[in-house]
């Protein structure tokens, strides 16, 4: 079975700073890989996904992602902060075959402070 | 914008009412999916329905009933809810449920408490 985990639930950011969220999948077969964003009182949003293809993502809202396999990570970053990346993230692994069973990180809270 | 649209967005009930949570999508999406959240945790799979059909229900108590009665909508029947079933209800859509490199399109959720 597959699984991803976030390390660090809880990360705060200045303004203008480098943001880092580390996630960490395991997965006996090819994984299919994605970080989605999720404000308050809204659902989720896509950020980007990683299905094989080039290893370094680039996402909506200045996000990217890099596909490590010998690290088993796909970490997500921006190189600048802003105030309105002040949200939930959510590391998520799914792989072929697996029905739309999505296995979700625990999820990282991001504070972005002036 | 959500392409995924929930109804209502907040709703409150008694242990012993009955009432239902909407889910609509226009984006031809064949699998269409029930998720609860609590608060600052990841989204737990509640229901998977594929062309219409139940595919995956995740042990889910019969209080929950899901009913999709067409391509675009989805609805989960609410009956005789515990305190404890107070989340937010998120409903997502995917072209097709064997599709496990396509993203889910969320809708914003159904905030439920249950007094």
């Known amino acids: 079975a597959q699984s991803v985990t976030q390390l660090g639930s809880h990360v705060s950011v200045s303004e203008g700073a480098l943001v880092l969220l580390r996630c960490n999948y395991s997965?006996?077969?090819?994984?299919?890989l994605f970080w989605y964003v999720q404000y308050p009182n809204q659902g989720l949003q896509l950020l980007l996904k990683?299905?094989?293809?080039?290893?370094l993502v680039k996402g909506i809202n200045g996000f990217e992602a890099e596909f490590k396999k010998s690290e088993t990570s796909f970490h997500l970053t921006k190189p600048s902060a802003h105030m309105s990346d002040a949200a939930e993230y959510f590391c998520?692994?799914?792989?072929?075959?697996?029905?739309?069973?999505?296995?979700f990180g625990a999820g990282t809270q991001v504070v972005v402070t002036p | 914008d959500t392409e995924v649209t929930q109804t209502p967005k907040h709703l409150v009930m008694g242990m012993t009412n009955k009432k239902s949570l909407k889910c609509e999508q226009h984006?031809?999406?064949?699998?269409m999916y029930w998720y609860k959240q609590k608060a600052k945790k990841p989204p737990e799979l509640m229901f998977v329905?594929?062309?219409?059909?139940?595919?995956i229900n995740e042990s889910v108590p019969s209080r929950f009933s899901p009913e999709c009665p067409n391509s675009s909508l989805l609805n989960l029947h609410l009956h005789a809810l515990q305190p404890e079933d107070s989340a937010l209800y998120l409903c997502?859509?995917?072209?097709?449920?064997?599709?496990?490199?396509?993203?889910?399109?969320f809708g914003n959720g159904t905030r439920l408490t249950v007094t």
């Open positions: 997502a859509s995917t072209p097709g449920q064997g599709d496990s490199n396509s993203p889910l399109h």
């Open positions: 998520a692994v799914s792989v072929a075959d697996s029905w739309g069973k999505l296995q």
């Open positions: 997965s006996s077969v090819p994984p299919y």
């Open positions: 329905y594929s062309y219409e059909k139940l595919s």
């Open positions: 990683y299905t094989s293809a080039a290893t």
């Open positions: 984006m031809g999406h064949r699998a």
